[in-house]
């Protein structure tokens, strides 16, 4: 499907003024490239993979935004490559990596207000009319919610913070 049909089916939001620019500064990708390296071509040839940067711009984009995957401007590789990216880099603990090391320098460049902070809560579903205190069904048992990107956003260590050095 084209991105012109796409655009004309509506499933596709306009691009923004602000879609235009890149996500991560050269300066900021060159702490974390290493961490995204892509492996040599296959001896028996096939199609080379996307660009990294590229699927993690578009990933970045995809995690300010809130947007579908299906909404990811075409000046990214295709959803379903940065989708994929996206939950290998997660499963593989690449981002929690690259997270932590993007934090770490704008700490220390005192880019961080350690002071201010919030916790989101789009992803937390609350039943219509449920007791803050009923007991689950016992059918069903207990369920957490989990997804690529609440994986991606939680820190699995100690915090930044407690990490820092004095």
Known sequence: MSDRSRVEAGSRMEPEADDLQAELSDEHWLLIADLFAN????????????????????VLWMLRSGARWKDLPP????????????IEWVGGGVLDRAWKRLMRKLDREGKIDWQKGFADGTFAPAKKGASTSAKPNAARGPRSWSSPTAAACRCRSTSLRQARPR
Request: aromatic share 10%; proline share 19%; charged share 30%.
């Open 39 to 58: 492996p040599d071509p296959s001896p028996k040839g096939g199609r080379p993979m996307a660009d990294p940067r590229a699927c993690f711009e578009g």
């Open 75 to 86: 000046r990214f590789p295709s959803r379903s490559t940065v989708h994929r990216r996206f």
